[in-house]
């Protein structure tokens, strides 16, 4: 359902296989609004991979439908966000302002973005610590919520955002943890990473 399996594959997969497995999961899954297809975070996954893509090898047909389905996809994020408090809300919100703010910039919905550019900007406080770890303590999560930053920055620099500044300096935060946590034998598989970021800790 997030389409993620596109990376995997090599440019003439990507053409041969792309607008088919489209069309059958707009056949099967388009049209109802519900079950884990359209979880929030899936749908974000979705809506960034299928437009990343569609800018590379163009919209998968048909595009008529195409085109009502990716409309329908950012509506559905904003209806159904993953807060769940001020103690209880993870990662997945961020990822919902991210899929906002990707696909807000690149289908020219203002709406979109904005809400997304809002969430991404106040949900770093959250997710990171001062000093750019990632208050979850996995260094996978740490991996995983940098990329997400970094991807928006640079979409907000493509498209001259006003949050481009606020983003760069999330990004280069968390950057700056990654490097401290690459050890000699790679990553560590497990968190328990210092609040402040320590390299000498975490040998």
């Known amino acids: 359902h997030r389409f993620s399996w596109l990376i995997q594959l090599s440019r003439e997969e990507i053409i041969n296989w792309f607008s088919p497995i489209w069309q059958i999961w707009l056949s099967d899954y388009g049209r109802e ?3 884990w297809a359209w979880h929030p975070y899936t749908v974000a996954e979705r809506l960034i991979n299928v437009l990343t893509y569609s800018e590379i090898f163009g919209l998968p047909g048909p595009r008529n439908a195409t085109i009502d389905s ?3 996809h950012g509506e559905v994020i904003l209806k159904n966000l993953e807060y769940f408090g001020e103690r209880n809300t993870g990662n997945h919100l961020v990822n919902n ?6 696909a807000g910039c690149l289908l020219e919905h203002k709406r979109w973005a904005d ?3 809002l969430i991404l900007t106040n949900e770093a406080n959250r997710l990171f610590l001062a000093s750019g770890a990632a208050r979850e303590g996995s260094t996978h999560y740490q991996l995983l919520i940098t990329k997400w930053y970094l991807e928006c920055y640079l979409i907000s620099l493509r ?7 606020s983003l760069k300096l999330i990004t280069e935060k968390a950057l700056s943890c990654c490097q401290a946590m690459a050890l000699k034998g790679g ?3 497990i968190g328990d ?3 402040d970021c320590n390299p000498d800790y975490l040998e």
């Open 97 to 102: 302002g991210r899929g906002l703010f990707i």
């Open 187 to 189: 990553f560590p598989l």
């Open 33 to 35: 609004f519900s079950g």
């Open 70 to 72: 990716l409309c329908q």
């Open 159 to 165: 498209f001259s955002r006003s949050e481009a500044e």
């Open 115 to 117: 809400a997304g550019a």
């Open 193 to 195: 990473v210092s609040p």
